[in-house]
């Protein structure tokens, strides 16, 4: 069936380091969401990416959308211990709309 | 606006019993979702709604209920509770479906563990 992966599964940084998680989806995609979900907390929406190629920023975040629309990135410059959480890619269902497909996530751990 | 609002918080179930998860919105949403996430792992859904009267089955409905009379709540029902179903729950709701591009807004989520 339709899957989302996403790698890696978890990373730990130095405050101050960049960090990058990748999504790749084994179809392609209409668009793709994600979410940041802290610790204890539930999944908040970061931003959402519709063209191939689409390169979008949020302060020190960065997302892609692959040319094919298949993979997506988040990068974050600079990490800071605000962005400690796991991060969620996800993406719609083939054929129904109405759902989504959510990867398994990477959880960002942030040393000061 | 307080969005997406979910009770209770935590509830602990023995074996067998029942109970409702209640869920309400007050962004005037159509679509409302029922996801459950277990430890270290994604989000899995139970049932969605697009709109008052109209509910349909996600990956994982079994031992769940739904309904939708009204376009601001979305209660969950567990009927038998089993160990299996100890999670953290999550209602969310969007403006449209969500592979429109309409982005979810969760609840802060119901902590369910039946022993």
């Known amino acids: 069936g339709q899957q989302v992966m996403q790698i890696p599964q978890y990373q730990h940084v130095q405050e101050g380091e960049d960090f990058t998680t990748y999504c790749n989806s084994s179809?392609?995609?209409?668009?793709i969401q994600w979410y940041k979900q802290r610790p204890g907390g539930h999944p908040v929406f970061l931003i959402q990416l519709v063209k191939s190629g689409e390169v979008k920023k949020q302060k020190r975040l960065t997302f892609q959308f692959g040319e094919a629309k298949k993979n997506s990135s988040l990068h974050i410059t600079a990490t800071q211990t605000t962005d400690v959480g796991t991060y969620f890619c996800a993406g719609p269902k083939s054929g129904n709309n109405r759902k989504l497909i959510w990867g398994l996530g990477t959880s960002l751990a942030v040393n000061p | 606006n307080a969005g997406v609002t979910q009770t209770p918080k935590f509830r602990i179930l023995k074996i067998g019993q029942s109970m409702t998860l209640q869920c309400t919105q007050d962004m005037n949403h159509n679509y409302m979702y029922w996801y459950r996430q277990d430890p270290g792992m994604g989000l899995k859904l139970i049932y969605y709604s697009v709109g008052a009267g109209i509910t349909d089955k996600g990956e994982v409905p079994n031992g769940y209920n739904v309904s939708r009379s009204t376009t601001e709540d979305f209660p969950l029902r567990l009927e038998l509770a089993a160990p299996s179903q100890t999670s953290v729950y999550f209602c969310?709701?969007?403006?449209?479906?969500?592979?429109?591009?309409?982005?979810?807004?969760f609840g802060n989520g119901t902590r369910l563990t039946v022993t």
């Open positions: 969310a709701s969007s403006y449209a479906g969500t592979g429109g591009g309409s982005p979810l807004h």
């Open positions: 179809t392609t995609l209409s668009n």
